[in-house]
């Protein structure tokens, strides 16, 4: 081999050995980070087509005995605006909405959704979900407990058009704070029940029922309710009227009622408490 072979062989030896040592000494490469709006659209489940989230309220372990978000989904149709002249004076947005209005085509083209409520736990699944037959909902933190135990009011706006009886329903949503330590599992939250009756319990409001938060004798929290319907066994001009009281016990729920004669309008006065039983 000639000398000139010789030294360009060693030249391409050298260079090799640069690039393999270089190789070696680059870190291996690493994976995009996410952000944290990232990670977090990551657990959240996807809506459902054509919904929107209303309302939401964040829920700690603590308190609830869960991490996540309670949501309220409508229509994504309904404006804040279209909201507020819709409940409790109609489930159909043509009674409120001009005839030039664009949202009325768009409502008349297709028809709104019914709302939703659902819980989403922090890590993106969907442990308790009520599909109503409703179009408007909405939920309030309740200021009573049962046993410790949260309540989440659960309202949605059941009005027609017409009726005495049009107005909202209200369901208590009970969560279970057996759950408040880390690592517990989680338990999904359930509506409140009168006693063995599996139905959840409604608290209506509308022009002929109502009702309130109250203290009982002992301070303690109760609902009043007041309900008057036509007696059906006697003259149709006569009515029947209850009064009932609500209360925690023994962690469960009971109800308590009076029946009377009379009739009772959100336009009268709210009876004393001394005629719920």
């Known amino acids: 081999m000639r000398l000139r072979d010789i030294f360009g062989f060693a030249l391409a030896m050298v260079a090799l050995c640069w690039v393999v040592v270089a190789s070696a000494q680059q870190p291996p490469p690493t994976a995009p980070t996410q952000t ?13 087509q054509g919904y929107a989230i209303r309302q939401s309220i964040a829920l700690h372990k603590k308190t609830y005995g869960i991490d996540g978000t309670l949501e ?8 804040p605006a279209l909201q507020k002249a819709m409940w409790r004076v109609t489930a159909d947005p043509r009674f409120v909405l001009a005839d030039n209005d664009p949202h009325r085509a768009l409502i008349e083209k297709d028809p ?6 659902r819980l989403v736990t922090h890590d993106g699944r969907i442990l308790f979900e009520d ?11 309740a200021p009573l407990t049962n046993g410790g135990n949260p309540v989440i009011f659960v309202t949605t706006d059941n009005t027609t058009s017409f009726g005495s009886y049009k107005g909202t329903a209200t369901r208590l949503l009970e969560f279970h704070r057996a759950g ?30 109502d009702w309130r938060l109250a203290k009982n ?5 109760v609902i009043h309710l007041i309900n008057a319907y036509p007696d059906v066994n006697g003259n ?5 009227i209850e009064y009932s009281t609500i209360a925690a016990d023994e962690g469960g729920w009971n109800m308590r009622t009076y029946t009377g004669r009379g009739v009772w309008e959100p336009q009268e006065a709210w009876p004393p408490a001394a005629k719920f039983p």
Request: no cysteine; charged share 30%.
């Open 180 to 209: 408040a330590k880390a690592g517990d599992k989680d338990r999904a939250p359930a509506y409140a029940s009168i006693g063995e009756d599996p139905k959840p319990a409604l608290l209506i409001r509308s022009q002929k029922s």
């Open 112 to 117: 709104l959704r019914m709302a939703h409520v």
């Open 131 to 141: 599909k109503f037959v409703w179009p408007l909902a909405e939920i309030e933190v």
């Open 236 to 240: 149709i001009n006569d009515f029947i």
């Open 36 to 48: 944290s709006a990232q990670i977090l659209a990551a657990r959240t489940p996807d809506l459902p």
């Open 217 to 221: 004798a002992r301070g303690e929290d």
């Open 72 to 79: 309220v989904l409508e229509d994504a149709h309904v404006t």
